[in-house]
């Protein structure tokens, strides 16, 4: 069973960081694409970032030059370090792999 846990939001000012991880459980990171995708309140699931199998990245231009995926194929973590974040990056964010995704962490770019 593919189970993936998110962590590390939190309540940020804008132009602030944060870094999101994701373990993930039953299966290795680096086998698969990985992506993160976030959800707005009242918006639909956005495709934010992803790493293929070979570690090539990807970025939704929303988001480029300001967020970096990565993972850390020895911890088997998958990463979201996010930085110059606005208020319209706010949302749930969930790692997926595959179509599954996780709970989410919640992310809020307030002043």
């Known amino acids: 069973e593919v189970q993936l846990v998110e962590s590390g939001g939190g309540l940020v000012q804008p132009g602030g960081s944060l870094r999101l991880s994701c373990a993930p459980f039953g299966f290795t990171i680096n086998r698969y694409d990985m992506s993160w995708v976030r959800q707005a309140p009242g918006k639909g699931l956005e495709w934010v970032s992803g790493?293929?199998?070979?570690?090539?990245?990807s970025y939704a231009d929303s988001v480029k030059g300001r967020f970096a995926i990565s993972r850390d194929n020895a911890k088997n973590m998958l990463y979201l370090q996010m930085s110059s974040l606005k208020t319209e990056d706010s949302a749930v964010y969930y790692c997926?792999?595959?179509?599954?995704r996780g709970q989410g962490t919640q992310v809020t770019v307030s002043s």
């Open positions: 790493i293929s199998r070979g570690g090539l990245t």
């Open positions: 997926a792999k595959d179509g599954s």
